[in-house]
């Protein structure tokens, strides 16, 4: 079975600061990998997907992840925080088949200070 | 474009009360559809989900129960509400093909009294 662990269940950062949101994953096939962002009171939105293309991945709102197999991390970061990006962060894990169901972590709740 | 609509938003019921969550989907046909259930501080936990008219598949054992009677709509239900029922209820939709990003909903807060 495929499993998620986000390290940092909160993590705080200065506006104008690098953000990096660490995520590693388990699973015994080939991964599909995705990041999603829960602003308060609201359902989950897909910032970016690894798809076993490139290794690279470009998502929304300036984030991007990058898939590394041999420490079988896909972290998450943002050169530059914004006010707006304040909000919780969710990895998740699939291994594909017709039902695509995914394995989530358990968050981290980044905080952006002034 | 897909869209997904949930409702209600914000739901307070009394112990021992039945349930009825609504999740519909516009935009596609056959998609898979999920339930979620996001507690206070905790990641999120599929309850169901669903392949097709029909054909519901449960992931923990529960109080709850779901229901697929058309293609994109997708109901979970209770019998008789327990306090542990309180949480955050999510659905989501995703194409049927290996991999898919699932897409969610606003979601609906429900509070057990």
């Known amino acids: 079975a495929q499993s998620v662990t986000q390290l940092g269940s909160h993590v705080s950062v200065s506006e104008g600061a690098l953000v990096l949101l660490r995520c590693n994953y388990s699973?015994?096939?080939?991964?599909?990998l995705f990041w999603y962002v829960q602003y308060p009171n609201q359902g989950l939105q897909l910032l970016l997907k690894?798809?076993?293309?490139?290794?690279l991945v470009k998502g929304i709102n300036g984030f991007e992840a990058e898939f590394k197999k041999s420490e079988t991390s896909f972290h998450l970061t943002k050169p530059s925080a914004h006010m707006s990006d304040a909000a919780e962060y969710f990895c998740a894990v699939s291994v594909g088949g017709t039902a695509s169901k995914l394995t989530f972590g358990t968050g981290t709740r980044l905080q952006v200070t002034l | 474009s897909q869209t997904i609509h949930q409702w209600p938003a914000t739901l307070v019921q009394p112990v021992g009360s039945p349930l009825s969550l609504e999740c519909t989907v516009e935009g596609t046909s056959n998609p898979n559809l999920y339930w979620y259930r996001q507690a206070a501080g905790r990641g999120l936990q599929l309850l169901f989900y669903?392949?097709?008219?029909?054909?519901i598949s449960s992931e923990v054992p529960q109080n709850l129960s779901a229901s697929r009677p058309q293609d994109r709509q997708f109901i979970l239900s209770s019998k008789k509400l327990l306090l542990s029922d309180s949480g955050f209820y999510l659905c989501?939709?995703?194409?049927?093909?290996?991999?898919?990003?699932?897409?969610f909903g606003d979601g609906t807060r429900l509070s057990i009294l």
């Open positions: 989501a939709w995703s194409g049927n093909n290996g991999g898919q990003p699932q897409h």
């Open positions: 690894y798809t076993s293309a490139a290794t």
């Open positions: 669903s392949v097709g008219i029909g054909q």
């Open positions: 699973s015994s096939v080939p991964p599909y």
